[in-house]
């Protein structure tokens, strides 16, 4: 089992950065893709960022592409999301979440998820 934290939310104004952390424990050896989504009021869970460990490779959503960046320590078992010029829709509660597959992006993909961190961005 894998048990994942996330931190580093909070209330930023318009243009503001933050940046989110996850650390993740337990049995974390097979978990080769991380990621972060998001969920704000009234919407389905979307996919922020996620990064292959096997593939090298990153994914973002269109939504945060050129402003959100992913990074990834594999020694310390930890997923960060470098959020930059936030905006209001950015506004939500963030996840992040471990994959056993090569590669996920569809949240019914992801093995294990974090409890969320809120991230409210004022105007």
């Known amino acids: 089992q894998v048990q994942l934290v996330e931190s580093g939310g909070g209330l930023v104004q318009t243009g503001g950065s933050l940046r989110l952390s996850c650390a993740a424990s337990g049995r974390t050896f097979s978990t080769n893709t991380m990621g972060w989504f998001r969920q704000a009021p009234g919407k389905e869970r979307e996919v922020v960022a996620a990064?292959?460990?096997?593939?090298?490779?990153?994914n973002y959503g269109d939504s945060v592409k050129a402003r959100f960046t992913i990074s990834r320590d594999n020694a310390k078992n930890t997923v960060n999301l470098q959020m930059n010029n936030l905006k209001p829709e950015d506004t939500a509660v963030y996840y992040c979440?471990?994959?056993?597959?090569?590669?996920?992006?569809?949240?019914?993909?992801?093995?294990?998820w974090g409890q969320g961190t809120q991230v409210t961005v004022s105007s």
């Open positions: 990064h292959s460990r096997s593939r090298g490779s990153t």
């Open positions: 979440a471990a994959s056993n597959r090569l590669y996920s992006k569809a949240a019914y993909e992801y093995d294990y």
